[in-house]
């Protein structure tokens, strides 16, 4: 790109795909602390051994880890408990990975949303390895920027939830 943008009209461009991704994160972080909380109290009344190590999985991040014949019993105790809080999807499905997914759409259409601003794309962004840096790292550090120029210009509301 020859010219800087003018930030009036990226924060302008940019807000409402700015807040879609703030609250999908809202969401998202609400239901993986729900989701984590069940998958604790699962796992601290039962045993269900890790694949590699066959002692007990404790954290709900490990929980994947969960030998395969045990790990429906553990997920159909999960899914019980959020199924009785009010959560009505799909069997098999998980209220927090979907809320996950919903937010890395949100992601993806801000960096789209960008792209006639900066010209850059998603996968350009997560090739970028640089300065010890991931893709990762760099697709998050530009998500924070763009975030930072919309909820920081002297304009900006945020959404009303």
């Keep these: ?17 700015v807040n879609v991704v703030l609250l999908a994160t809202v969401l998202h972080d609400t239901l993986r ?16 051994p890790h694949e590699d190590t066959g002692e007990p ?14 790990w429906p019993v ?3 105790k999960v899914e019980a408990k959020f199924r009785a809080a009010g959560h009505d999807v799909p069997p098999g499905f998980c209220p927090a990975l979907m809320a996950e997914s919903d937010l890395h759409k949100a992601q993806a259409l801000l960096i789209e949303s960008s792209k006639p601003f900066f010209g850059v794309t998603a996968d350009q962004l997560l090739g970028c390895f ?9 697709h998050r550090e530009f998500l924070d920027l763009l975030i ?14």
């Design 74 to 76: 553990y997920y159909a």
């Design 33 to 48: 602390e729900e989701i984590d909380g069940y998958s604790r109290e699962v796992l601290a009344a039962g045993t269900y």
């Design 130 to 138: 640089k300065n010890g840096k991931t893709g990762l790292d760099t």
């Design 57 to 70: 999985v404790r954290d709900p991040k490990d929980a994947w880890l969960i030998v395969d014949d045990v």
């Design 1 to 17: 790109m020859s010219k800087t943008p003018n930030p009036n009209t990226v924060a302008k461009a940019l807000t409402p795909a």
């Design 148 to 161: 930072g120029l919309v909820v920081n210009h002297p304009t900006y509301r945020a959404p009303v939830i």
